[in-house]
């Protein structure tokens, strides 16, 4: 479409979802222990997610082979 907003706009689905679908759907996201789902899954990303390295030099290898190259 001609002037629409791309972030917007999806390809159509290859299949059109059925009413089971629907309510099937609607069952499993309309629980009422949906908050607990979430934060159990917000808390287990955050266990995974890396610590900064924010001690870390990211160009300290650069650094040591500059080095090492200078003294040969």
Same mark, same amino acid.
């Given at each position: ?19 089971? &679908? ?10 009422? &222990? ?5 934060? &159990? ?14 001690? &870390? ?16």
């Amino acid at each position: 479409m001609p002037g629409s907003n791309d972030a917007l706009s999806h390809a159509a689905p290859l299949a059109p979802l059925r009413e089971r &679908d629907v309510d099937a759907l609607a069952n499993w996201f309309g629980r009422d &222990d949906m908050g607990a789902i979430e934060a &159990d899954i917000a808390h287990c990303l955050l266990v995974l997610w890396p610590a900064p390295c924010w001690e &870390d030099n990211p160009f300290g290898f650069l650094e040591e082979f500059m080095t090492n190259k200078q003294r040969r």
